[in-house]
């Protein structure tokens, strides 16, 4: 079966670093995307990673392992505001998005 | 301003009520999708739409219906058969330059008493 799996909840303060991880077991592989939804709202895009590596886009960077199945979000200088559920998604060989469950991301004063 | 709308933001019915759900975009999107999203789960795919007059059924197609007679609106219908319709309905669209990014509407939330 698919699967993508991502912690529950993460908590963090205020401007320190915080890492998100997501792994995934797909049939096929055409990117891997990151959301970010507040609270009652829609998801709005992150992050694409479609090749190995990392991809820096000013407090936000997505890193990719393909072999090993694996992903990051890795967020900066975190701000109140940042506080919201992180959505990891992959692209399966149909070009369907497989999503995880999220991670609900806590920031504390 | 470009971008996908939904309405209402919020609704209410009774049990054994139909109710359809609006999907408009005016990015020029060929692409549509109908989600549904419960506490604690990911999203799951209710219905897709790649072209005008063409759908598909998505992981959890029972109980829903659609149409996709513009490109600009694919409406999601609720019916009476669906055993368990409160939910966060979603609505994304993808095409254009950016061809694999899905851009969500502001969603509604469905609550059936």
């Known amino acids: 079966g698919q699967n993508i799996d991502q912690p529950t909840e993460m908590t963090a303060t205020e401007g320190a670093i915080v890492q998100i991880n997501c792994t995934y077991q797909?049939?096929?592989?055409?990117?891997l995307f990151w959301y970010q939804q507040h609270a009652g709202e829609a998801p709005t895009f992150l992050s694409y990673?479609?090749l190995d590596g990392l991809e820096e886009k000013g407090r936000f960077s997505s890193f990719l392992s393909r072999s090993k199945g694996y992903s990051y979000l890795l967020l900066k200088e975190l701000q109140m505001k940042d506080s919201a559920s992180y959505l990891c998604a992959v692209m399966d060989s149909n070009y369907q998005l497989i999503w995880g469950a999220g991670t609900k991301l806590i920031i504390k004063p | 301003d470009g971008g996908i709308t939904q309405s209402p933001k919020y609704l209410f019915r009774k049990e054994g009520q139909n109710v359809t759900l609006s999907c408009e975009q005016n990015?020029?999107?060929?692409?549509m999708y109908w989600y549904r999203q419960d506490p604690g789960q990911g999203l799951r795919l209710i219905y897709y739409?790649?072209?005008?007059?063409?759908?598909q059924k998505g992981d959890i197609a029972e109980g829903y219906s659609v149409s996709r007679e513009k490109k600009e609106s694919f409406p999601l219908t609720v019916t009476s058969a669906q055993k368990n319709p409160t939910a966060f309905y979603l609505c994304?669209?993808?095409?254009?330059?950016?061809?694999?990014?899905?851009?969500f509407g502001p969603g509604t939330r469905l609550t059936v008493l």
């Open positions: 990015l020029n999107h060929d692409a």
């Open positions: 739409s790649q072209i005008v007059n063409d759908f």
């Open positions: 797909t049939s096929g592989f055409n990117g």
């Open positions: 990673n479609v």
């Open positions: 994304a669209s993808k095409g254009g330059m950016d061809t694999d990014t899905q851009y």
